[in-house]
């Protein structure tokens, strides 16, 4: 079955750190740009961060600039995503995505094409509250 997994959400202070988990099962990720995302209730589901296939590009929107570092361990099938400085707002459902139409994210357009997006997993609850 071809999915991708994502792991590693749960409950923090704000200020506090997660990294997240992006496992890819039944196919290959290498040739995939994959994205982050993240939804909470009653509204769309934005795009969070971006990495291009060959780790060359990333994008990150800027909301999470300069906290979240997107990587990827192509050895491994699995990209991460490091939250550092987490904000209340941060809080969310993370799910994580190929794009199946390009190899590369590097800027906005880019992650704004969620149509582009497949292979969704169930997401991780990220929970950021005192």
């Known amino acids: 079955q071809v999915q991708l997994v994502e792991s590693g959400g749960g409950l923090v202070q704000p200020g506090g750190s997660l990294r997240l988990s992006c496992a890819a099962s039944?196919?290959?990720?290498?040739?995939?740009?994959i994205g982050w995302f993240r939804q909470v209730p009653g509204k769309e589901r934005e795009g969070v961060s971006c990495?291009?296939?060959?780790?060359?590009?990333?994008y990150d929107v800027d909301s999470v600039k300069g906290r979240f570092t997107i990587s990827r361990d192509n050895a491994k099938n699995t990209v991460y995503l490091q939250m550092n400085s987490l904000k209340p707002e941060d809080r969310a459902v993370y799910y994580c995505?190929?794009?199946?139409?390009?190899?590369?994210?590097?800027?906005?357009?880019?992650?704004?094409?969620?149509?582009?997006?497949?292979?969704w997993g169930q997401g991780t609850q990220v929970t950021v509250s005192s």
């Open positions: 995505a190929a794009n199946l139409m390009r190899s590369r994210c590097g800027n906005s357009e880019h992650l704004a094409a969620i149509h582009e997006y497949a292979y």
């Open positions: 039944g196919f290959t990720l290498d040739y995939y740009a």
């Open positions: 990495i291009s296939y060959n780790i060359g590009d990333t």
